[in-house]
């Protein structure tokens, strides 16, 4: 056996493998992004959707009217061929009997001429001819006597099925087609034979017309019907384009119209022209846009006034506030030379000083943050000291109602770019609700920090919060429980406030609750300024608690994210976060 005289090496075939997978995959690929850009096209686009629809659909019901028409014309023409050639031959089966009816015998002398003239005659008189209608005169009950004859001189037997001869010998007119070569080219052909009776028996006499003619006719007809349904079907999508674009567009220019108004650009409208529907359409939306920008402005202007009212009047009242704490300090200090009534008094009104004046520093600060003015002081801060300065400061309150602080903190430092004030105050808010809410149970603190970010728990084992209470928390001036005593003597505004800080480092700040398991607060923040999160390095719902089997989490998850200007949104939930409500897949994002 012979052999290549230069082998293939033995990496070759696995190059060539190799080679040829990463062909099918750049092909796949491709196919891939086009298929992928056709299918975004396809969304996206209602001009192209109706368009190929009006395309598919046309094409269907044109070709469908097309065939039916083909078919039509292809059956009158092969009806008007067998309504002839049964005339001709019902008259050349009648003319044949004629001459043949002088011969008693098959064995005469002068009937092969006569069969011969008789074919020659009934073909037109032309026996060399070799177009048009062929005539055959054959006797299968006489085959050893009388030769078949045609004209044009042509051997159809071929041509003619076995099942017609057997027919036609029976005495009964029978037709078929059938396509064959008589000495030319392949051409079919409708083919009638009928019996013509004689003294000395029967013959058979056949008439082949071509029907060459008649499928030209077809065809012509038919590709005529066919670019005329072409035309139709691409006049028909060009008119879907036309009139859909007249639809679209205005379509198109009201939607980025409406992206411009939700922008913040108040002064863009539609052009109107004309005075039919989508003219009405146009007038309407800018009569809509017109009222949005005046009722919007108006409520910016009540909004502005409301913000510098409330920071005035904090303004203007500290002073009668320094004037009363003054005296109230003067009152409370002599307290232990009055009667017990008015020493009472004069405590009570101490406190409630201590709690107006707190409330004038929310309300101050509150006023800075809807004015914008709020300003973050960051810095490189160790939280560990942060969280046990807020422990150690509310300590006190805790042995009051009952309440142990845990404290769950690395033994390392855990440095974040921070505002420490902020920061500082948003502990002491959640830890103060915990030990209020705590109902006598321990409230655990648990800080832990990853490489992009830092996060604070705070959970108590209260009451907790029923379903929807996790979007009203952070609500001013919201209380769970209105009649419930206040321990802290806190004014409503602290997890407002508490929202605003971690807003403002760009953080999150979320809620989780159930009644009867308590709450956790988490606040997590980036660790370097100016990140933005995706995680949280630790879970808002606790390890503890107990969910329900099959269904949502219970309470919800209320979150601070950066950017979310204000609107309650729906994004990718951080880790352990719960979804608000059943499968929506995210969670709430809340910013002012």
Do not use: C
């Amino acid at each position: 056996m012979a052999t290549s005289a230069f082998p293939d090496p033995p990496t070759a075939a696995p190059r060539r493998r190799v080679a040829a997978r990463e062909l099918w995959d750049a092909l796949s690929g491709r196919g891939a992004r086009l298929l992928a850009g056709l299918r975004r096209s396809w969304r996206r686009s209602l001009q192209l959707r109706v368009v190929t629809i009006t395309l598919v659909a046309s094409s269907l019901l044109v070709g469908g009217f097309a065939y039916l028409i083909a078919d039509k014309i292809t059956g009158i023409l092969v009806e008007n061929a067998e309504t002839d050639v049964r005339v001709r031959l019902d008259s050349g089966a009648a003319y044949a009997a004629k001459q043949f009816g002088l011969f008693n015998q098959p064995q005469e002398a002068q009937l092969q001429e006569t069969i011969d003239g008789t074919v020659n005659y009934l073909a037109g008189g032309d026996p060399q001819q070799t177009t048009g209608v062929i005539v055959a005169l054959t006797a299968d009950n006489h085959s050893g006597i009388i030769q078949p004859r045609s004209s044009p001189a042509v051997n159809v037997r071929p041509l003619i099925s076995r099942e017609l001869r057997a027919t036609v010998a029976g005495g009964r007119v029978a037709s078929q087609i059938r396509t064959g070569r008589l000495g030319g080219e392949r051409t079919k052909y409708l083919i009638y034979g009928s019996p013509v009776p004689t003294r000395f028996g029967q013959v058979e006499l056949y008439y082949l017309v071509p029907l060459t003619r008649h499928d030209a006719t077809a065809a012509a007809a038919g590709t005529t019907v066919t670019a005329t349904g072409a035309a139709l079907v691409l006049l028909l999508a060009l008119l879907a384009g036309l009139v859909t674009r007249l639809v679209v567009t205005p379509v198109r220019v009201a939607a980025r119209t409406a992206q411009r108004l939700s922008a913040g650009l108040l002064d863009q409208r539609m052009v109107v022209s004309g005075e039919d529907d989508l003219a009405l359409l146009a007038a309407s939306f800018n009569q809509m846009a017109t009222n949005l920008q005046r009722q919007i402005l108006r409520l910016e202007e009540m909004s502005r006034l409301q913000r510098r009212f409330t920071s005035d009047v904090s303004h203007e009242l500290r002073t009668p506030l320094t004037t009363v704490r003054m005296a109230a300090d003067l009152i409370f200090a002599e307290r232990d030379e009055f009667d017990p009534a008015v020493a009472r008094s004069a405590e009570l009104l101490q406190a409630e000083l201590d709690r107006f004046e707190e409330l004038l520093t929310d309300l101050l600060e509150i006023s800075r943050f809807d004015a914008g003015f709020a300003m973050l002081d960051a810095e490189p801060t160790d939280l560990v000291p942060v969280v046990h300065r807020v422990a150690d400061r509310l300590a006190g309150l805790a042995e009051r109602v009952g309440v142990a602080i845990e404290l769950d903190v690395p033994g390392t430092p855990v440095i974040a770019e921070v505002d420490p004030r902020r920061v500082e105050r948003v502990l002491r808010n959640l830890v103060g609700n915990a030990v209020e809410h705590g109902e006598a149970k321990p409230v655990l603190i648990t800080l832990g920090m990853d490489e992009t970010a830092v996060a604070i728990t705070v959970r108590d084992h209260g009451v907790g919060l029923k379903p929807g209470e996790e979007k009203l928390v952070f609500n001013r001036f919201w209380r769970a429980d209105p009649s419930r005593a206040r321990q802290t003597g806190g004014t409503g505004l602290g997890l407002s406030i508490s929202l605003e800080d971690a807003r403002l480092h760009g953080g999150w700040l979320e809620a989780w609750g159930a009644p009867g398991q308590g709450a956790q607060f988490r606040l997590t923040l980036p660790a370097r300024a100016g990140d933005r999160l995706t995680t949280s390095p630790l879970r808002l719902v606790p390890a503890d608690a107990t969910l329900p089997f099959g269904g949502p989490r219970p309470g919800g998850l209320l979150a601070i994210g950066p950017g979310s200007g204000g609107a309650l949104a729906i994004g990718p939930a951080p880790q352990g976060a719960v979804p608000v409500g059943p499968g929506t897949g995210g969670h709430a994002e809340v910013g002012s």
